[in-house]
């Protein structure tokens, strides 16, 4: 039986490429002594590529801000609005969010019109939710609020301290078919904060929000009241 070529040798099936780690088109680059110096795979990136892979799209930093606004994705490589038909699942990341006015909850609006107005009235955000802290277990939900908050309340001390060192509150949320026209959107994910009065906080929770089918293509975090002091928020795609 022959021998298979070489991966040096520049004739190798799409397969065999594959195998040694490039994609077909991509030709690999070998030293002298076989040593592989260049896979020729593509890095996932920008657009709807990559197998599957997260894409950042979109990132901001607070100071003092009133509310992080995403509405144009910013990162380089990318651009255009928030939500676009290149993705259908997204993901919300929140890192280290601290407000500047004690124990209020976070917020999550939505736009339809690329952030020139909110979707605040008429009750058109729901959650359910299951909350676990060192203060205990609870369960809620309510089907009709202004707004769609990132934390279900197990007891008054519940929501992030204003104290830096308490890390403030990080979560992580997975977004699906923001531009549908047929259907509620839904939001799934998971978080914890560090407070004054129970030192740490976890939750689990899943809601559906804009229960009429209206698509949405921005949205806006921000405190029930007052500013952010510091954090950062980030909005990745999954690759289809």
């Not at 990136?45 to 994705?73: I, K, M, P």
């Not at 490589?77 to 124990?103: C, H, K, L, R, W």
């Not at 959650?127 to 202004?146: L, V």
């Not at 259907?183 to 030192?199: D, F, H, I, P, Q």
């Amino acid at each position: 039986m022959p021998a298979p070529p070489s991966p040096a040798s520049g004739n190798m099936s799409p397969r065999q490429m594959r195998d040694h780690g490039a994609t077909p088109g991509n030709v690999p680059m070998y030293a002298d002594d076989g040593t592989l110096m260049d896979s020729g795979v593509t890095p996932s990136g920008g657009g709807g590529g990559g197998g599957g892979g997260l894409v950042l799209l979109e990132e901001h930093t607070a100071s003092g801000s009133a509310s992080l606004d995403f509405t144009t994705r910013n990162v380089t490589g990318q651009s255009g609005a928030t939500f676009q038909s290149d993705y259908d699942e997204y993901m919300i990341q929140v890192a280290n969010i601290v407000p500047v006015t004690n124990q209020t909850t976070l917020w999550l609006l939505f736009s339809s019109n690329g952030g020139s107005s909110w979707i605040n009235s008429g009750t058109p955000y729901s959650y359910a939710a299951q909350a676990f802290s060192t203060g205990g277990i609870g369960n809620g939900g309510n089907g009709a609020m202004n707004q769609l908050q990132f934390h279900y309340s197990n007891s008054s001390g519940d929501n992030p301290s204003s104290t830096a060192s308490n890390g403030g509150i990080s979560a992580f949320y997975r977004l699906y078919n923001p531009l549908s026209t047929s259907m509620a959107k839904k939001l799934r994910g998971e978080g914890a904060t560090g407070n004054g009065s129970v030192n740490s906080f976890g939750w689990q929770w899943q809601g559906t929000f804009i229960t009429a089918a209206t698509a949405v293509n921005a949205f806006q975090i921000l405190m029930s009241s007052g500013n952010i002091a510091s954090g950062s928020v980030r909005l990745y795609g999954f690759a289809k």
